[in-house]
């Protein structure tokens, strides 16, 4: 812990008159004063993400200029071709969104960094997408995807698309590190009104900074149309369907609704909705993961007489569905179930046109449902289990673009996350919509239900039933009580949970694998503070905690014959590693 009080008077004495207001309305709160200035804002493996404030356990202008200038110093060491290779920067509808992606152009430029700035608001897709199709160097996404409304956040991306490596980053931190003073960092001064920049494309705004917009568009959702798997069935029941989406207030409004015309598939806009609006009024999260987040395109499509909605958050990476069930009754689908779906499809589709690939694999994290395992070697595909966070899927991608040892086709993570193509290295709610109403088209002109669909492949492979939970550690000692969590968990052997054995016990920090005859086998994965106790070769509970919030997140994943009976286990084992967490 930093000397807070002496941070807080050095800022007090540096920043201009109207941010004064904001640090001495604080000044007398010593618990303000420490969640400001305590404990210095991390720059982790996804960047960094806080409350949108001055100080620096928050994200504002000087940490977002301190952390940029980390960024400079790295790819300056790199050297002149990332110099002029430069970096895209990206932002969402967030409060400061915008604000924060100039504040990192300029101190880019002042750097001699090219960089390729967007004209207006992009989702995460279309920047990993503009990194390799502009041959970047790197690329910088200010966002905080889902957060509440008082967050924003500031994502780097490697050359590759994906967000950046673990062993870049860690000397990105220390080039961050090393600039002690927030105040120091120098950028170059940007004159023109947003409404300039929203009007330009591949026009230079300053000597190092060039505008980008409709072009790299274009070529974007040319990429997309090329993975339409079902063009005749869209034909067919386009004008029938009905599909409601929601952007949540989000940047993901002009890339779905252009996407899904250009398929010639209509949709019914969520009005209220529409606006980008880094307040989310409507919403108390704007999560698509959250029942309440669609509840207004429920309503909507209530009315329509509508059977899909579909949202996506403010950085349009992840992606919810609704759909109804046989009840008549709108059920919101886990991103396990969505996942499941969307590969069935496209595996099934392909291997009906003769074009799955005998190399074929899907990729998937280390918390996501093995109904998707199953699913994928029923088509005879492979199947790679990676670390949580998309990164590491697109680790999977790059490699297998330079060994050729495998074809991509899907990679999916259980939180909303989905990719289709190789056009992006990160998660693309833009591909998994226009994807999951071709789904809808397809399954239409069969005179199929998508309920039915979900229902089938667990009548083929068991009942799956998948669940998250989050266990927040409040305060500024929440990391170090995460941390004695864990150990506590792998320091004494848990046998049995809920009545079940534990058949394989993985500590993901070892690299260490023990099977339930005392064996130990080695996990060829980089070593990552994550507890995985196996209960049957398909089902198992994971604890790991999260990389940008004090919170520990518990996954189970059971089955069973009946949906019934899987729900019940299902919270028979939650209930017994809430209790070993909290005790």
């Known amino acids: 812990m930093t000397n807070y009080k002496d941070d807080f008077e050095y800022w007090l004495s540096k920043v201009n008159d109207d941010e004064k207001a904001e640090l001495q309305a604080v000044q007398n709160n010593d618990e303000q004063l420490k969640r400001r200035f305590a404990i210095p804002l991390e720059f982790g493996t996804a960047g960094m993400r806080g409350i949108i404030a001055l100080g620096t356990s928050c994200l504002n202008k000087y940490t977002v200029r301190r952390a940029t200038q980390g960024v400079a110093n790295f790819i300056k060491q790199v050297g002149d071709n990332a110099i002029t290779r430069g970096v895209v920067i990206s932002y969402d509808t967030r409060n400061f969104s915008y604000e924060f992606a100039l504040e990192t152009a300029s101190v880019l430029a002042y750097n001699g960094i090219k960089v390729y700035l967007y004209n207006d608001t992009h989702p995460v897709p279309m920047c990993s997408f503009a990194i390799r199709y502009l041959n970047a160097f790197a690329g910088i996404m200010i966002t905080a995807s889902h957060n509440p409304k008082e967050y924003n956040g500031y994502k780097v991306y490697g050359a590759d698309g994906a967000q950046m490596s673990p062993e870049d980053t860690a000397v990105v931190v220390k080039y961050i590190d090393g600039i002690k003073d927030y105040f120091s960092v120098n950028s170059v001064q940007i004159n023109a009104k947003r409404s300039q920049i929203q009007a330009m494309d591949n026009e230079l705004l300053q000597d190092n900074i060039v505008v980008i917009g409709k072009g790299v568009e274009d070529a974007y959702f040319a990429e997309l149309a090329k993975l339409s798997l079902s063009p005749d069935a869209v034909k067919q029941v386009a004008s029938k369907i009905k599909i409601v989406y929601t952007p949540l207030h989000g940047s993901g409004y002009k890339p779905v609704t252009t996407i899904l015309k250009q398929m010639n598939i209509p949709c ?9 609006n880094g307040n989310f009024p409507t919403v108390a999260v704007p999560n698509p993961e959250q029942p ?3 509840k207004m395109g429920i309503n909507l499509a209530k009315q329509l007489r509508s059977s899909i909605v579909i949202g996506t958050d403010p950085d349009a990476d992840r992606m919810g569905v609704a759909i109804k069930d046989n009840n008549g009754e709108f059920v919101l689908l886990t991103g396990n179930q969505i996942g499941a779906m969307m590969m069935n499809y496209i595996l099934m589709r392909r291997k009906d046109m003769g074009i799955l690939p005998a190399n074929g694999a899907v990729v998937k994290t280390i918390v996501t449902t093995n109904l998707a395992d199953m699913i994928a070697q029923s088509y005879g595909m492979t199947v790679y289990n990676v670390l949580t966070g998309f990164k590491f899927i697109g680790e999977k991608i790059k490699e297998w673009e330079s060994n050729s040892k495998h074809t991509f086709l899907f990679g999916y993570e259980e939180s909303f996350g989905y990719l289709s193509g190789t056009h992006a ?14 789904m809808a088209c397809y399954y239409e002109s069969k005179n199929i239900k998508l309920y039915d669909v979900l229902q089938d492949l667990y009548k083929k492979f068991g009942y799956f039933v998948e669940v998250s939970k989050s266990i927040a550690f409040g305060g500024i000692n929440g990391m170090a009580e995460m941390k004695a969590v864990m150990d506590k968990l792998r320091s004494k052997p848990i046998n049995n949970i809920a009545g079940l054995p534990v058949v394989k016990f993985m500590d993901f920090s070892k690299s260490e694998s023990k099977n339930i005859d005392g064996s130990v086998e080695v996990i060829d994965l980089p070593k990552t503070n994550v ?15 999260s990389g940008t919030e004090p919170k520990l997140k518990i996954y189970v994943s059971v089955k069973d014959a009946t949906q019934e009976l899987a729900k019940t286990k299902n919270q028979n084992v939650l209930g017994f590693m809430e209790m070993l967490v909290n005790n």
């Open 292 to 294: 309440d987040a669609l």
């Open 531 to 545: 507890l995985k106790f196996m209960l049957s070769e398909d089902e198992w509970c994971c604890v790991r905690p």
């Open 425 to 438: 290295r990160d998660k693309d709610a833009v591909v998994s919509a226009m994807l999951f109403a071709e």
């Open 268 to 276: 019914n806009v969520v009005e209220e909705q529409k606006e980008p």
